[in-house]
């Protein structure tokens, strides 16, 4: 039976609310230079501790999705809004001003343009590298409908890691996402980031909660292992509105440190698995800025990945 919206969450869904001269800061600065962070969008929970510690995930290409997905709370439009010619230079200069060694750079679906954004997308990252070159960028992009020339776009960005996420399990996908989406796609989509360059990092995430059986998460984990997928996060699904779809249960923490375990065994290089935890988040970048530091510098030794707590 789905969750009341209005139903008390568990003691390890609460955060504190977000405050700070960092926080401050980084809110101003989206404002200045009318970027978007899907920090905001999102209703990410986690927003206050990432912004305080400097960490955030800009959106770029506007804040209007063209799909509309049962789960997310970002705005949707048959026709996003007109892209801003100036947002990578924009971009690149917020993150050199934050000195950030890590940033996690996302953007919403554009259906509506010849190329779905992907050389707009290229660009800010092209630019963010320009800029501010010791910043390693993930980038979190969307399925491009599996066209593999627009993933080749942004997989020669030089982006240092690569994000697509499978979102939810086979039997749900239909349920939870646009229906120009698709699970055998966005698995397709991952396939091709190793397709086009085999040395590079990838990257999916998964939520819970929305009715899924342990069974159908170890598939699906199984089938991101199987397209190449080196990072892996799962999460709770958390309802953003009465219109969404309802959450069907708070998954325990129990059931949590399973996933991670299972991940591990699967040979994911990094799992993070909590209920606060999202597709970009700081404790996981700082293991992945540290392997592409230990890759890069040739060293054999990779940083011992850490579990991730993330239940204050």
């Given at each position: 039976?789905?969750?009341?919206?209005?139903?008390?969450?568990?003691?390890?869904?609460?955060?504190?609310?977000?405050?700070?001269?960092?926080?401050?800061?980084?809110?101003?600065?989206?404002?200045?230079?009318?970027?978007?962070?899907?920090?905001?969008?999102?209703?990410?929970?986690?927003?206050?501790?990432?912004?305080?510690?400097?960490?955030?995930?800009?959106?770029?290409?506007?804040?209007?999705?063209?799909?509309?997905?049962?789960?997310?709370?970002?705005?949707?439009?048959?026709?996003?809004?007109?892209?801003?010619?100036?947002?990578?230079?924009?971009?690149?200069?917020?993150?050199?001003?934050?000195?950030?060694?890590?940033?996690?750079?996302?953007?919403?679906?554009?259906d509506d343009l010849?190329?779905?954004?992907?050389?707009?997308?290229?660009?800010?990252?092209?630019?963010?590298?320009?800029?501010?070159?010791?910043?390693?960028?993930?980038?979190?992009?969307?399925?491009?409908?599996?066209?593999?020339?627009?993933?080749?776009?942004?997989?020669?960005?030089?982006?240092?890691?690569?994000?697509?996420?499978?979102?939810?399990?086979?039997?749900?996908?239909?349920?939870?996402?646009?229906?120009?989406?698709?699970?055998?796609?966005?698995?397709?989509?991952?396939?091709?980031?190793?397709e086009v360059?085999?040395?590079?990092?990838?990257?999916?995430?998964?939520?819970?909660?929305?009715?899924?059986?342990?069974?159908?998460?170890?598939?699906?984990?199984?089938?991101?292992?199987?397209?190449?997928?080196?990072?892996?996060?799962?999460?709770?699904?958390?309802?953003?509105?009465?219109?969404?779809?309802?959450?069907?249960?708070?998954?325990?923490?129990?059931?949590?440190?399973?996933?991670?375990?299972?991940?591990?065994?699967?040979?994911?290089?990094?799992?993070?698995?909590?209920?606060?935890?999202?597709?970009?988040?700081?404790?996981?970048?700082?293991?992945?800025?540290?392997?592409?530091?230990?890759?890069?510098?040739?060293?054999?030794?990779?940083?011992?990945?850490?579990?991730?707590?993330?239940?204050?």
């Open positions: 039976m789905p969750v009341d919206i209005r139903a008390r969450k568990p003691s390890w869904l609460k955060v504190r609310p977000p405050g700070g001269e960092r926080y401050r800061w980084i809110k101003e600065q989206r404002k200045t230079l009318q970027l978007s962070t899907v920090c905001e969008e999102a209703q990410c929970p986690n927003i206050g501790e990432c912004w305080s510690s400097g960490t955030a995930t800009f959106m770029v290409m506007g804040s209007v999705c063209t799909r509309g997905c049962r789960f997310c709370a970002v705005n949707t439009n048959r026709r996003g809004l007109p892209l801003d010619p100036h947002e990578p230079r924009k971009l690149a200069e917020t993150i050199r001003a934050m000195d950030l060694d890590y940033i996690v750079v996302t953007s919403v679906d554009r010849d190329d779905q954004g992907a050389g707009h997308f290229a660009a800010c990252v092209r630019e963010v590298k320009a800029v501010s070159p010791k910043t390693r960028v993930e980038i979190l992009f969307p399925d491009f409908r599996g066209d593999v020339d627009l993933v080749r776009a942004v997989v020669e960005s030089g982006a240092d890691v690569l994000a697509h996420n499978l979102e939810t399990v086979r039997s749900l996908t239909k349920k939870v996402r646009d229906g120009r989406c698709g699970y055998d796609q966005s698995l397709a989509v991952l396939r091709a980031i190793k360059d085999p040395t590079t990092y990838s990257k999916s995430s998964l939520m819970v909660g929305l009715g899924e059986t342990e069974d159908e998460m170890i598939e699906a984990m199984r089938d991101l292992r199987e397209a190449g997928v080196d990072f892996f996060t799962v999460g709770q699904y958390l309802r953003p509105s009465a219109k969404h779809i309802a959450v069907d249960e708070y998954v325990d923490l129990d059931r949590f440190a399973r996933y991670e375990a299972a991940g591990k065994d699967l040979g994911f290089r990094y799992v993070a698995s909590g209920p606060l935890v999202r597709s970009s988040y700081k404790a996981g970048e700082f293991f992945i800025h540290d392997l592409l530091e230990a890759r890069d510098a040739g060293s054999k030794k990779a940083p011992s990945a850490r579990r991730l707590q993330v239940i204050s």
